[in-house]
């Protein structure tokens, strides 16, 4: 697959321009610059424009990501169901510390609601949701990925 071929499926109007970068995102990981590139002469838009919608949303990324995502969701349900206690043993399991952009090997990212507030607290590895999360089993989720 490659990004030529990805926009093919999109007709170039503007509605059509944060799918593309999506299905770009879900495909590659990321829409690096050269992607953007693509995007921005197919939709007739400046490259800002591309970049613009990408960052916009969380689910695209553009920059490549790192091999471990971890996800905790702080919205209130969750942050009251303890999510920060989640989000510090994280760090303190894996030396790192949520947000940091600069780790090219893990990345711990506070989000917003998830929509499964009922099922809070929840965390998200490597695409895989996992609810009702404790602290307490935050270092056996984590064994499966590292
Ligand atoms: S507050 Fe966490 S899923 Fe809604």
Redesign the pocket.
Known sequence: MTTEKILLNFDPKMKNLLPALKKISACFGYVDENAAQKVADYFFVPLSKVFETASFYDLIKTKKQPSLIIQV???????VES?YKIIREIENHLHIKAGDEFNPNVKLEII??????G????MIVNGNVFTRVMASNVVGILQGYL
Not at 73 to 79: K, L, V
């Open positions: 969701c702080s919205g209130a349900n969750c942050a999510a917003s609601c998830l929509g499964q507030c099922s809070g607290p929840v």
